[in-house]
């Protein structure tokens, strides 16, 4: 156990799903992110929030939806999702400054069907 | 945008051999950290490195923050079946914030 949980682990859906992943961090962490993470490709900055306010949106298409109602917890909502959206997603909290690192969850394994 | 390109990509060794993996960018870092995932979880924090020439040793792993500070080495001796897993750097520019960028990975198994 990290501190950072993330549910579910697993989630298999279809493209015409709503479905919701879930992150929550009790370490007093000030900045919360959702990476996705591909085979064979690198970490993919999603969003990021800072003291609850999103201060990046790295071109995600809009299918990705991300609620942060406080320092604690983020959201990514998913609708209308594509087979090629299938990826570990992982969420990473941090204390707002890089040299303490960031504590990833241990991500939710989505597939789209 | 600044990229950190990590070599190899794939490494399997012996139980026992020593290894040396690469973590390269054409841009000056800050600080760098290294992370280790093992499969089915995330990424953990290994170390952050500072200051250029800088070399941190944890255990059997040795960090190395280059000079110029565009790259990184990580350098395992005597690997244990126990250092499978996924091995990730990530950099943080100047005046980014808390925003790290990280390289593709080395994916290393080793082998009893």
């Known amino acids: 156990e990290t501190g950072v949980t993330q549910t579910p682990r697993h989630l298999v859906m279809g493209m015409t799903n709503k479905k919701s992943l879930k992150c929550e961090q009790h370490?007093?962490?000030?900045?919360m992110y959702w990476y996705k993470q591909s085979a064979k490709k690198p970490l993919e900055l999603m969003f990021v929030y800072n003291f609850k306010e999103q201060t990046e949106n790295n071109s995600v298409p809009s299918r990705f939806s991300p609620e942060c109602p406080n320092s604690s917890h983020l959201f990514l909502h998913l609708h209308t999702l594509q087979p090629e959206d299938s990826a570990l997603y992982l969420c990473a909290s941090s204390p707002g400054d890089w040299e303490y690192g960031y504590t990833f969850g241990s991500g939710t394994r989505l597939t789209v069907v | 945008t600044q990229l950190l390109e990590q070599s190899p990509q794939f490494l399997s060794i012996q139980e026992g051999e020593n290894l040396t993996v690469y973590c390269n960018s054409s841009s000056v870092f800050s600080s760098l950290q290294w992370y280790r995932q093992e499969p089915g979880e995330g990424p953990v924090l290994l170390v952050t490195?500072?200051?250029?020439?800088e070399v941190k040793k944890l255990k059997r792993l040795t960090f190395q923050f280059g000079d110029a500070r565009k790259d990184s080495s990580l350098h395992i001796t005597a690997a244990q079946t126990g250092d499978t897993g996924l091995y990730l750097c990530a950099g943080a520019g100047y005046n980014a914030g808390n925003m790290l960028t990280f390289g593709g990975g080395t994916r290393l198994m080793v082998k009893p």
């Open positions: 490195v500072v200051t250029g020439g």
């Open positions: 370490l007093g962490h000030n900045a």
